[in-house]
Every structure is written in structure tokens, then in C-alpha cells.
């Protein structure tokens, strides 16, 4: 009798088959995932490599440099202001005041230069001069550059004129204004005030800055 052999279907050997084949595909895909990961990190690299990013303090450091560039320049330009001659002369004399022992607060400086310093006060009732009366003073002149004086009536006779008819030099008739008898002043008059580009004889060369102090003695 022949014996007949059942094929059975093996079960396992089949599902051992799938498995295989499904860790090939797994192992399969890791490959690929892992190549095209490989592949997307040298991109960013290479994008960084063109285009680094700054963080937001490398940034900011970047930008403050710029502006402080640009205050640095401005800062520069602030230090070398251009000045006129006038202006150059008014702000040495500025500095002149505030470097002399001149109590600043006796001290006015008009804006066309002439700086009038109150040296003495009279007495609160005095006599006072403006324009139109007529004056008796007495002074000392002087260069204010060299300090050689070039007139003086110390010792003689006032000398008399009436203030503001244009009798003397501009800067004595505004810096003579408002004075009391017995009231001496110190007045640093600019050549715009004084002589001008002409000068005065010998004695007062043109463009010069002038020095004066005058006593008032008498007003009526």
C-alpha cells in the first residue's frame, strides 16, 4: 500500500519568509532615509556656508557699529564748526572774561562784540547819562591786543561830549548808556565799534580791538 504524503502547508516557513522580506524592506528605507538625510545636511551646510546667520546680538553689534560710525563723524564735525572772523573774535573774548579774574556777572557782551565790564558803582542817586545828555568823563585807551595805551586825560580835564549825537566812537556811545556819576566801566569795543579797517593815525592800526576804562564824572 502506498503511503500517501500530505504536503502541509508550513505556516511557519512562510511567515519566516514575509519577516525576511519585510527587514529587507525596513533595512531598504533606512538606507534611502538616512542617504536623503545625508543629502538634505550638505545642503544646509553649504547654505550657511554662503549665508551665515547672525544671531540677534551680532546683529545688533553690526548695526551699532554703523551708528556709531556715523556719531563718530558728527562728532567730529560738531568739534570744527566754521566761524566767521567776527565770531572767532567774540569767543576769544568770551574766553579772555572767563579766564581773567572779572566777576562774570558784572561782565555783559553784546552781541555785535562790545563787552562792557562795571568796575566801580556810584552812587544809587547819581546823575544818570543816555542818550542825548551831555557827559563828562575821564579815560584810559588801549590796545587790547598789546595793551599799549595810545590816550589818557588821567591827571587833566574831563573830556566832554554829548552822548549819542556820533561825537565819538559807536562803542562809547552804547557803552557809556545807563551810567551813573561816579560809575567807572571797562568797555572792550571791536573795530566795527571803533576805527574800523582804517585805524587811527600811528598810534590805533586798522581791524584793532580796542580797550578802554572811563569814569563818568558829570551828566546834564
Not at 61 to 73: D, P
Not at 81 to 95: A, D, R, T, W
Not at 176 to 189: P, S
Not at 204 to 215: D, K, T, Y
Request: proline content about 4%; aromatic content about 4%.
Amino acid at each position: 500500500m502506498n503511503k500517501e504524503i500530505e504536503t502541509k502547508p508550513s505556516g511557519s516557513c512562510h511567515t519566516k519568509l514575509d519577516q525576511l522580506a519585510d527587514e529587507k524592506q525596513s533595512e531598504e528605507k533606512e538606507i534611502k532615509r538616512k542617504k536623503k538625510k545625508s543629502k538634505t545636511q550638505e545642503n544646509e551646510g553649504a547654505a550657511n556656508t554662503k549665508s551665515p546667520h547672525l544671531s540677534l546680538k551680532e546683529k545688533n553689534g553690526s548695526h551699532l557699529g554703523k551708528k556709531s560710525k556715523t556719531q563718530e563723524n558728527e562728532g567730529v564735525a560738531m568739534e570744527l564748526p566754521h566761524l566767521s572772523m567776527k565770531e572767532k573774535s567774540e569767543s576769544l573774548l568770551e574766553v579772555s572774561y572767563r579766564n581773567s579774574d572779572a566777576d562774570s556777572s558784572q561782565v555783559r557782551i553784546m552781541s555785535n562784540g562790545l563787552a562792557i565790564e562795571e568796575l566801580i558803582t556810584g552812587k544809587p542817586d547819581g546823575k544818570v547819562a543816555c542818550q542825548g545828555k551831555k557827559v563828562s568823563v575821564l579815560y584810559t585807551g588801549k590796545l587790547k591786543e598789546s595793551g599799549q595805551i595810545f590816550d589818557s586825560n588821567i591827571g587833566g580835564p574831563s573830556f566832554k561830549f554829548r552822548l549819542g549825537a556820533g561825537k565819538v566812537i559807536k562803542g562809547w556811545d552804547v557803552g557809556l548808556d545807563g551810567m551813573r556819576v561816579g560809575d567807572k566801566r571797562r568797555l572792550i569795543i571791536p573795530p566795527s565799534m571803533g576805527y574800523g579797517n582804517e585805524g587811527a593815525g600811528e598810534s590805533i592800526p586798522p581791524n584793532s580791538w580796542l580797550e578802554f576804562e572811563v569814569e563818568l564824572v558829570g551828566a546834564r
